[in-house]
């Protein structure tokens, strides 16, 4: 019998890298044969693995693996990925819960709107009134008199804080682990978002530092979940587990407009304040539980079964032993595999390689793209369902919930087609960075500009941005993982600034937008606001088509020690 033994877990990590770096993971033979007899164990190996990675021949499980199998209860990385699910979940529901509330905080009628001389076509006919003459679709009038420019400011005044947080964030993860600083940031959102009504109530220039706050509290969290995943999940699990965890933005999304539509048409604690009151408390209840069932890394996991903690570090090990510049010594210890990963401050940041990095580029300008249209349709789609389509507050929210689940189904759909994709070598790395790249780009983009030929049909705008939207999921498949390929050292930072500059659009795209609407609430105007949004979405996947990579960089590296050289020599 060949003495290696292939489990189900090291099958997709040996027989997607390289022959040469599967064949480091092998465990060297302790007899004492003759050469001829050794020659023949590896081949007999090689036979096995090539059966193997076939599907030819059944698993031959090791002892380890059957420990695995028998054990009860979820895998460690399992439980940290539910927990950065929810967290998302949780921050996403803090942050988007204004753009529904904004409906019910604001006094439409006390807005002077120019649409007095506009054509009847340019405008969506109002909702037939009931026989007795009311509005089918009462809404109370809200207490503050903020026109467009002045909500937008407000909805945008959040993303100046969440840009300032966001390199910083990603680089303290690096250094300390993200565990706090993902905690952290998500209990400062929460803090400031109970406080959000009091500061309205108070004053507008205080409800917009608040919201600035509020977003520098989230700002950490992206950077640090990336630089998390580095450490906590194998190459090949990579996408699919970065679309459950991030799509917990879209599940917090799902669930906290209709939630907060519903509490906004309430008298339950003044009505719109109490979204802001059950979702700051939602996020001191996540906090706690954060901070006792999750750890930085493997190693650092006091109830991490040895099989997954070793499973993990190997797998990490064998996408660095694809270059051998990049291997450790074969004599130090176990744990010690994923160096590079581990100890990010020894080094001092490339700033000067990294600014200038094509690829990073490539993906800070395709992310740019995919933020603003995103950004449109997070912050604004509400008031067009509302100005312009004439919904009541829990039925815009209700419809705008919609979008984020169907793009969550199929964000998971697509990252496990791009996991199974590339464990078969049906496509390589860069190319499915590129495919799901431009499905997540073009197709939504088709949505919003079916959205100006299809007018005032509800179902139809609805079909646009929850059906041809829904694909925006597949960006977890496309970019979203670029950054750990390009560096696995540097990846919260690289996230940090990538993701800073296309959340700059979180408050360029609401400011933009109320230029153009400037008190003029008609299609033709709303038209312009999705032309633009499309038309720079995909000029960003145009120049990520082109520019992207998937080579770990060379300023990445960590020149070879000394006695993984001599071994070489």
Same mark, same amino acid.
């Given at each position: 019998?060949?003495?290696?033994?292939?489990?189900?877990?090291?099958?997709?990590?040996?027989?997607?890298?390289?022959?040469?770096?599967?064949?480091?993971?092998?465990?060297?033979?302790?007899?004492?044969?003759?050469?001829?007899?050794?020659?023949?164990?590896?081949?007999?190996?090689?036979?096995?693995?090539?059966?193997?990675?076939?599907?030819?021949?059944?698993?031959?499980?090791?002892?380890?693996?059957?420990?695995?199998?028998?054990?009860?209860?979820?895998?460690?990385?399992?439980?940290?990925?539910?927990?950065?699910?929810?967290?998302?979940?949780?921050?996403?529901?803090?942050?988007?819960?204004?753009?529904?509330?904004?409906?019910?905080?604001?006094?439409?009628?006390?807005?002077?709107?120019?649409?007095?001389?506009?054509?009847?076509?340019?405008?969506?006919?109002?909702?037939?009134?009931?026989?007795?003459?009311?509005?089918?679709?009462?809404?109370?009038?809200?207490?503050?008199?903020? $026109?467009?420019?002045?909500?937008?400011?407000?909805?945008?005044?959040?993303?100046?804080?969440?840009?300032?947080?966001?390199?910083?964030?990603?680089?303290?993860?690096?250094?300390?682990?993200?565990?706090?600083?993902?905690?952290?940031?998500?209990?400062?959102?929460?803090?400031?978002?109970?406080?959000?009504?009091?500061?309205?109530?108070?004053?507008?220039?205080?409800?917009?530092?608040?919201?600035? /706050?509020?977003?520098?509290?989230?700002?950490?969290?992206?950077?640090?979940?990336?630089?998390?995943?580095?450490?906590?999940?194998?190459?090949?699990?990579?996408?699919?587990?970065?679309?459950?965890?991030?799509?917990?933005?879209?599940?917090?999304?799902?669930?906290?407009?209709?939630?907060?539509?519903?509490?906004?048409?309430?008298?339950?604690?003044?009505?719109?304040?109490?979204?802001?009151?059950?979702?700051?408390?939602?996020?001191?209840?996540?906090?706690?539980?954060?901070?006792?069932?999750?750890?930085?890394?493997?190693?650092?996991?006091?109830?991490?079964?040895?099989?997954?903690?070793?499973?993990?570090?190997?797998?990490?090990?064998?996408?660095?032993?694809?270059?051998? $510049?990049?291997?450790?010594?074969?004599?130090?210890?176990?744990?010690?595999?994923?160096?590079?990963?581990?100890?990010?401050?020894?080094?001092?940041?490339?700033?000067?390689?990294?600014?200038?990095?094509?690829?990073?580029? *490539?993906?800070?300008?395709?992310?740019?793209?995919?933020?603003?249209?995103?950004?449109?349709?997070?912050?604004?789609?509400?008031?067009?369902?509302?100005?312009?389509?004439?919904?009541?507050?829990?039925?815009?929210?209700?419809?705008?919930?919609?979008?984020?689940?169907?793009?969550?189904?199929?964000?998971?759909?697509?990252?496990? /087609?791009?996991?199974?994709?590339?464990?078969?070598?049906?496509?390589?790395?860069?190319?499915?960075?590129?495919?799901?790249?431009?499905?997540?780009?073009?197709?939504?983009?088709?949505?919003?500009?079916?959205?100006?030929?299809?007018?005032?049909?509800?179902?139809?705008?609805?079909?646009?941005? *929850?059906?041809?939207?829904?694909?925006?999921?597949?960006?977890? *498949?496309?970019?979203?993982?670029?950054?750990?390929?390009?560096?696995?050292?540097?990846?919260?930072?690289?996230?940090?600034?990538?993701?800073?500059?296309?959340?700059?659009?979180?408050?360029?795209?609401?400011?933009?937008?109320?230029?153009?609407?400037?008190?003029?609430?008609?299609?033709?105007?709303?038209?312009?606001?999705?032309?633009?949004?499309?038309?720079?979405?995909?000029?960003?996947?145009?120049?990520?088509?082109?520019?992207?990579?998937?080579?770990?960089?060379?300023?990445?590296?960590?020149?070879?020690?000394?006695?993984?050289?001599?071994?070489?020599?």
């Amino acid at each position: 019998m060949p003495p290696h033994k292939w489990t189900d877990e090291s099958r997709d990590a040996s027989c997607y890298y390289e022959d040469a770096a599967a064949s480091r993971l092998r465990r060297p033979s302790t007899s004492s044969n003759s050469s001829d007899s050794a020659d023949r164990s590896d081949d007999e190996a090689d036979d096995e693995r090539e059966a193997f990675c076939s599907g030819e021949r059944p698993l031959i499980r090791s002892s380890g693996a059957a420990e695995e199998n028998h054990g009860c209860g979820p895998k460690t990385r399992h439980i940290f990925g539910l927990m950065g699910f929810l967290g998302f979940a949780v921050v996403y529901a803090m942050r988007v819960n204004l753009s529904v509330a904004i409906v019910a905080m604001v006094n439409q009628t006390a807005i002077p709107h120019s649409n007095a001389s506009v054509i009847d076509t340019d405008t969506c006919p109002l909702p037939a009134p009931h026989h007795n003459g009311s509005d089918p679709n009462p809404q109370k009038e809200g207490e503050f008199v903020w $026109d467009e420019a002045t909500q937008g400011l407000v909805l945008g005044s959040f993303f100046y804080g969440y840009v300032l947080t966001q390199v910083p964030g990603g680089r303290m993860a690096e250094l300390y682990g993200g565990k706090k600083i993902y905690g952290y940031g998500v209990l400062i959102t929460a803090i400031f978002t109970l406080i959000t009504p009091l500061a309205a109530h108070w004053d507008l220039p205080l409800l917009v530092l608040v919201r600035i /706050l509020e977003g520098m509290g989230e700002g950490v969290t992206y950077p640090a979940m990336h630089a998390m995943l580095a450490h906590w999940i194998p190459p090949l699990e990579r996408n699919k587990f970065a679309a459950i965890v991030y799509a917990g933005s879209n599940i917090g999304t799902v669930i906290s407009m209709p939630l907060a539509g519903w509490l906004c048409s309430l008298d339950f604690l003044g009505g719109w304040p109490s979204a802001f009151y059950i979702f700051g408390l939602l996020g001191i209840l996540w906090f706690i539980a954060w901070m006792y069932l999750v750890y930085d890394k493997p190693s650092d996991h006091p109830r991490i079964s040895v099989t997954e903690r070793e499973y993990i570090e190997r797998s990490l090990h064998v996408q660095r032993l694809i270059n051998p $510049d990049l291997a450790e010594p074969e004599e130090e210890e176990e744990g010690q595999d994923d160096v590079n990963l581990r100890r990010p401050s020894e080094e001092p940041i490339p700033w000067s390689s990294l600014l200038t990095s094509v690829p990073l580029w *490539a993906i800070l300008l395709t992310q740019c793209g995919q933020g603003w249209a995103f950004y449109t349709q997070l912050t604004e789609l509400p008031t067009y369902m509302s100005n312009i389509l004439h919904f009541d507050i829990q039925s815009n929210a209700l419809l705008n919930a919609v979008p984020y689940l169907t793009a969550w189904f199929v964000g998971i759909a697509c990252s496990a /087609l791009a996991d199974w994709m590339l464990a078969r070598r049906y496509i390589s790395l860069l190319n499915s960075y590129k495919l799901w790249n431009t499905v997540a780009s073009v197709v939504p983009s088709l949505g919003l500009i079916g959205i100006i030929y299809v007018g005032c049909d509800w179902v139809w705008v609805t079909f646009m941005l *929850a059906g041809v939207g829904s694909f925006g999921g597949a960006v977890y *498949a496309g970019n979203q993982m670029n950054h750990i390929a390009l560096s696995p050292r540097y990846a919260g930072t690289m996230y940090g600034i990538t993701n800073s500059a296309a959340n700059i659009c979180g408050f360029l795209a609401p400011y933009v937008i109320g230029l153009i609407i400037n008190h003029r609430e008609t299609l033709t105007q709303w038209h312009l606001v999705f032309w633009l949004a499309a038309g720079l979405n995909i000029a960003g996947n145009f120049i990520y088509l082109i520019f992207a990579s998937a080579e770990e960089q060379s300023w990445s590296k960590t020149p070879p020690t000394r006695s993984s050289r001599s071994q070489r020599a």
